[in-house]
């Protein structure tokens, strides 16, 4: 069974504090992603990788950073939380190809006070 | 600029009832469109749709695409209140990185 998991549920960080979220899945995918859920807004990506020390930006990387060490890690970094980034962070993999669907971790809820 | 844009955001029917959500695209390179439900927890992939006019069948769920219109709708006949969740359509990205274009999302609640 396929499985995508994410370092934590739920996630109560400081203004300014750098956080990190990971994600590791166990199905050694190429692919991974990291997106934000926002109510109305769906999901937006973050980042995403293709390979292991590459990434590319999605469209909202203002305030993160990625790493992707190893191929079934992908970790997300805010060097300095700030309020307007609470929010659920989703992680997904995919193997390499177009034809492929996502599989997701179950979300870290991150709230920034 | 490519989107996806889901209709209607929210839905509130009572069990028993058929419902549809609408997907429509404007995306360069099209070559599939999926959909996920997702309660409080991981989406989980429904479908994929990559020819039009064959329609995708799971039990009381179906769903079916249009490419020459550039939507799919969802139906969810019957329905049950353990259908209630937040439905997403999704679209490929640009390039072949396998990066997906996401709508905003069909909240459906379904009352006893």
């Known amino acids: 069974d396929v499985k995508v998991t994410q370092s934590s549920r739920y996630l109560v960080k400081r203004t300014g504090e750098k956080v990190f979220l990971e994600c590791v899945q166990d199905m050694d995918h190429e692919n991974m992603f990291w997106y934000r859920q926002d109510p109305g807004l769906g999901l937006r990506l973050i980042y995403f990788s293709y390979d292991v020390k590459m990434k590319e930006k999605g469209d909202i990387p203002e305030g993160y950073s990625v790493s992707r060490e190893k191929k079934e890690r992908f970790s997300l970094i805010l060097e300095s939380a700030s309020t307007n980034q609470t929010s659920m962070y989703l992680c997904?993999?995919?193997?390499?190809?177009?034809?492929?669907?996502?599989?997701f971790g179950p979300g870290t809820r991150l709230t920034v006070t | 600029e490519d989107k996806v844009v889901q209709s209607p955001l929210s839905l509130v029917v009572h069990e028993g009832d058929t419902v549809t959500l609408n997907c429509s695209y404007e995306v360069t390179n099209f070559r599939s469109l999926l959909w996920y439900k997702q309660e409080k927890k991981a989406p989980t992939f429904l479908f994929m749709l990559?020819?039009?006019?064959i329609e995708k069948k799971s039990g009381r769920l179906s769903s079916i695409l249009d490419k020459k219109e550039l939507f799919s709708i969802l139906n969810i006949t019957a329905t049950q209140t353990g259908d209630s969740a937040v439905y997403l359509c999704?679209?490929?990205?640009?390039?072949?990185?396998?990066?997906?274009?996401f709508g905003q999302g069909t909240t459906l609640q379904v009352k006893p």
């Open positions: 990559t020819s039009s006019g």
């Open positions: 999704a679209s490929n990205g640009s390039g072949n990185t396998g990066k997906l274009i």
């Open positions: 997904a993999s995919s193997s390499s190809g177009s034809l492929r669907q996502q599989y």
